[in-house]
């Protein structure tokens, strides 16, 4: 992300040389990258109270994701302002390890897959430089993805286990900010990172043996995107 940041500041020279789509044209585009999530209070979900913290260790180790897309664009006339709608798909995994003082190990990975409706409203300071804040609505289409693996498989069969977590922890759809920084340039590419901040419970508790609580688990994470915008014939 500091890497991004430096880039915009090293193009911005050649910012005035006109690096945006025209003015008051309607384009539409296709954008790719990556992005990086991660649920929150997932511990507070699956390990009851009575449980001493000092026994165990937990961590929420965020994971790379794809995401992709098609957009809209349109920049107003005479104005610094542009707005772009945007269909997302997006992979979103994250992975909660637990270690225990009996040496018990195990990790559950949350791979939750979105469609995501939604866009940004673009102020241009500098030409190309942007700067985008928006709202998306994400709706989970793989409500149990979910893995669970351990080092202690004689315990419960990792399958048989994994079988009835993805019956207790289903996942939710999501409401998101987005904050944006960016670049275009004028022959059609844009270049965008941004931090998602989401607002909904994106886990839903079901009842269970486990001893599961249900909890307020939002999601967070950055995203980094190439895009080619073309303009309506």
Not at 71 to 87: G, W
Not at 100 to 121: A, K, N, P
Not at 164 to 193: K, P, T, W
Request: net charge negative; aromatic share 16%; charged share 15%.
């Amino acid at each position: 992300m500091k890497n991004f940041f430096l880039l915009l500041l090293a193009l911005l020279p050649v910012a005035w040389l006109g690096a945006q789509p025209e003015s008051d044209v309607w384009f539409y585009g296709f954008k790719a990258g990556v992005n990086r999530h991660q649920i929150q209070d997932v511990s507070t979900t699956i390990i009851p109270e009575v449980f001493p913290t000092e026994t165990y260790t937990t961590e929420m180790v965020p994971a790379l994701g794809f995401t992709g897309g098609v957009t809209l664009y349109h920049r107003f006339y005479d104005s610094r302002f542009a707005v772009q709608p945007e269909i997302l798909f997006s992979s979103r995994s994250s992975d909660f390890n637990y270690t225990d003082i009996r040496d018990l190990e195990y990790s559950i990975r949350f791979g939750y897959q979105y469609v995501s409706l939604g866009g940004v409203i673009k102020l241009y300071p500098a030409a190309g430089i942007n700067f985008g804040v928006g709202a998306q609505a994400a709706f989970n289409v793989a409500t149990d993805q979910l893995k669970y693996t351990s080092n202690m498989p004689e315990l419960g069969p990792d399958l048989q286990i994994q079988q009835s977590l993805r019956e207790v922890l289903i996942g939710s759809n999501d409401i998101n900010l987005l904050f944006q920084a960016g670049y275009d340039f004028n022959f059609g590419l844009m270049l965008e990172a941004r931090y998602i901040l989401g607002l909904s419970d994106v886990l839903e508790t079901r009842a269970n043996g486990f001893n599961f609580i249900e909890n307020s688990n939002r999601s967070s994470g950055f995203q980094i995107t190439l895009g080619w915008l073309i303009e309506f014939p």
